[in-house]
């Protein structure tokens, strides 16, 4: 296990990097090859299936220092992998959607890439992930999304069998309609807010939350910036279609930035944010905001319910998903995005949420 001082110097040299669902079981992911170039085989993009093998060693302990030490805020540890696989596609994770069980993912990469699989449990604890898979996101011709130059898939959102991926640098959002061949569905891109265009080139788009029916907001698709900031300094977002939709602001404090997003059962937004400095390194917060708080217009807050640095076990955390157990426990599940570096990990974290 890395202690916290190499984690610290790991995390400071990759600082320039820091910038599934269920489906049926005939539905096979596939894969083009490298993930920054699409595999080309007599002018043909190739998009056979690719099962990939992925490998777990689980964290003993979120707090290396300390294995009795459990309560984080208001979550609490279950378990934690490191993953690894000699796939060479395998990397940059930066987004993360479960079913209701938290069994079945679906994950991205920012290299265009899906990934989808099952987590394995004895009991409440991950052991490991299986039936792994990887995919090209596909366009609507039907070529990898790379083959136009679109990288840096970073967020997901589900409305049934709906995905909506954003696409930072290009600040554009593809829908793609899983019922039509699961992730060799074509994406088409979604009509955005003409602002959504002028956010910034590498801290633009980074998390999608689409509100389900029955909630204020249903049928809106919540884009928020990474760094795309207001005339005060606040964190721009969208409310796009629904019934109101619009711009709103996210309050910023204490540098951090946004990565991902997750609606609880409850109705609250909870906000994954980072933040990294030379002198104090990689620190990740969590943020729980009312969804009801969020109109056109407004600037929303909420306390921080959750926070980390590099003496616990965490990375690059870019992606954050809940599901409810049949306890009736709210389980947090977090995934780094490594940036395809040998100095960082892709981290699988899970926690209870102590409502």
């Not at 599934?20 to 992911?29: C, I, L, N, Q």
């Not at 009736?328 to 102590?354: A, K, P, Y």
Request: charge should be neutral; avoid cysteine; hydrophobic fraction near 45%.
């Amino acid at each position: 296990m890395r202690n916290g001082i190499s984690r610290r110097r790991l995390l400071s040299s990759a600082a320039a990097g820091l910038s599934a669902f269920a489906a049926p079981d005939v539905v096979r992911a596939q894969f083009s090859g490298s993930p920054s170039k699409p595999l080309v085989k007599d002018e043909t993009f190739v998009t056979a299936p690719v099962s990939i093998d992925v490998k777990a060693r689980p964290i003993a302990s979120f707090d290396p220092r300390d294995r009795t030490h459990l309560g984080f805020g208001a979550l609490e540890w279950r378990s934690g992998l490191v993953l690894t696989s000699a796939f060479p596609g395998f990397g940059g994770l930066s987004a993360l959607r479960l079913d209701a069980k938290g069994e079945r993912f679906i994950s991205l990469s920012d290299k265009g890439s899906w990934f989808t699989g099952r987590i394995v449990y004895s009991e409440r604890e991950m052991t490991g992930l299986a039936d792994v898979e990887a995919a090209p996101m596909l366009g609507s011709d039907g070529k990898p999304i790379t083959a136009h130059g679109w990288f840096d898939s970073e967020s997901l959102a589900l409305d049934g069998s709906l995905a909506y991926v954003g696409l930072e640098r290009v600040n554009q959002v593809l829908r793609f309609d899983f019922a039509k061949g699961f992730t060799r569905a074509r994406g088409e891109v979604v009509a955005m807010p003409p602002a959504v265009k002028k956010l910034p080139y590498n801290k633009g788009l980074e998390a999608l939350v689409f509100v389900p029916r029955g909630r204020p907001l249903a049928g809106t698709l919540i884009a928020l910036s990474e760094r795309g900031l207001d005339a005060h300094g606040n964190l721009i977002a969208f409310l796009v279609g629904g019934p109101s939709p619009g711009q709103f602001s996210v309050r910023r404090t204490r540098n951090f930035d946004i990565s991902d997003a997750v609606l609880l059962a409850s109705g609250d937004l909870l906000i994954l944010e980072r933040k990294f400095s030379w002198v104090a390194g990689l620190g990740i917060r969590i943020r729980r905001i009312p969804l009801a708080s969020i109109v056109p217009g407004a600037v929303v807050d909420g306390p921080s319910i959750f926070e980390a640095d590099l003496g616990e076990e965490i990375d690059n955390m870019e992606g954050i998903d809940a599901f409810v157990t049949a306890d009736g426990d709210t389980v947090l599940t977090m995934i780094s995005d490594d940036n395809f570096s040998l100095l960082q990990r892709t981290l699988l974290l899970q926690f209870t949420l102590l409502e």
